[in-house]
Nanobody, 116 residues
Framework: QVQLVESGGGLVQPGGSLRLSCVAS????????MGWYRQAPGKERELVAA???????NYADSVKDRFTISRTNAKNTVYLQMNSLKPDDTASYYC??????????WGQGTQVTVSS
């Protein structure tokens, strides 16, 4: 069982920045592929960014060149640095941990609101 706890959400003006953090429990964090997803009201959950256990990253087209995903295995933590935020980035952001052959784990989510 892996528990994921997100933090770092909040209210920010357009053009601003936020950094989300997700701390995972357990000793196998380094083996997991980690991802950040988001879900806006009335929309489906979508992948924002992902990072493999080897550090390979992948981004949704809508956030490329604005968001950066990273991980620190020694701290069991994955980050999402979000710059140049837009109102369309407003959503609940969820952390995901995935390991081949095992169930996925999800955090409880953190709200990001981009508004002036």
């Amino acid at each position: 069982q892996v528990q994921l706890v997100e933090s770092g959400g909040g209210l920010v003006q357009p053009g601003g920045s936020l950094r989300l953090s997700c701390v995972a429990s357990g000793s196998l964090f380094r083996l997991y592929a980690m991802g950040w997803y988001r879900q806006a009201p009335g929309k489906e959950r979508e992948l924002v960014a992902a990072i493999t256990s080897a550090g390979i990253t992948n981004y949704a087209d809508s956030v490329k060149d604005r968001f950066t995903i990273s991980r620190t295995n020694a701290k069991n933590t994955v980050y999402l640095q979000m710059n140049s935020l837009k109102p369309d980035d407003t959503a609940s952001y969820y952390c995901n941990a995935a390991l081949s052959g095992m169930q996925d784990y999800w955090g409880q989510g953190t709200q990001v609101t981009v508004s002036s």
